[in-house]
T-cell receptor
């Protein structure tokens, strides 16, 4: 298993500002993913964080709004840019187990409220 | 595109009642299937998974799920629920040609009354 730490665990932000969420894993992992869980809804994949290259974004998500860094195999950041109240959500970092089955471990998430 | 449907959004049961949560997916190829659970205030954790073999899989805490390929279904069951099973349950699918991405269903909130 992998232990995933996210910072901040929660934050309240003003409209128009940006916030960077950090994800630290206790072991080297190949696949890291960022999900969003909006209030009362399921998890939606934002992007796959690729080590050493640009992230791969899902439909409806763009790099300008959600820039992602992946400098090494244990760390990634997700920035939510120019925030609006619609960005209020839980943002989750996850990692694939390494067995190439799609099974993921999740961090506890970062709960973001935009006023 | 893949999709996952969970038809029960909210379920309320009394302790000792039996549980079945429906999950259907749309994808014609080979899939890996998962149920995740999120207890109040906790992070998502794996409940059970199916990759191949016996279509009836057993997970933690007495949960089981049955993969019926012809119905594209992977329903979750428990014969007798407990108050501690109160949580949100998510079905998820990984298509084996999708770079290990998991697609989640909308989730089912289960409330078990003591």
């Amino acid at each position: 298993s992998a232990v995933i730490s996210q910072k901040p665990s929660r934050d309240i932000c003003q409209r128009g500002t940006s916030l960077t969420i950090q994800c630290q894993v206790d072991s080297q992992v190949t696949m890291m993913f960022w999900y969003r869980q909006q209030p009362g809804q399921s998890l939606t994949l934002i992007a796959t964080a690729n080590q050493g290259s640009e992230a791969t974004y899902e439909s409806g998500f763009v790099i300008d709004k959600f820039p992602i860094s992946r400098p090494n195999l244990t760390f990634s950041t997700l920035t939510v840019s120019n925030m609006s109240p619609e960005d209020s959500s839980i943002y989750l970092c996850s990692v694939e187990t390494g067995k190439k089955t799609g099974e993921l471990f999740f961090g506890e998430g970062s709960r973001l409220t935009v006023l | 595109a893949q999709s996952v449907s969970q038809h029960n959004h909210h379920v309320i049961l009394s302790e000792a009642a039996s549980l079945e949560l429906g999950c259907n997916y749309s994808y014609g190829g080979t899939v890996n299937l998962f149920w995740y659970v999120q207890y109040p205030g906790q992070h998502l954790q794996l409940l059970l998974k199916y990759f191949s073999g016996d279509p009836l899989v057993k997970g933690i805490k007495g949960f089981e799920a049955e993969f019926i390929k012809s119905k594209f279904s992977f329903n979750l069951r428990k014969p007798s629920v407990q108050w501690s099973d109160t949580a949100e349950y998510f079905c998820a699918v990984n298509a084996l040609d999708s770079s290990y991405k998991l697609i989640f269903g909308s989730g089912t909130r289960l409330l078990v009354r003591p």
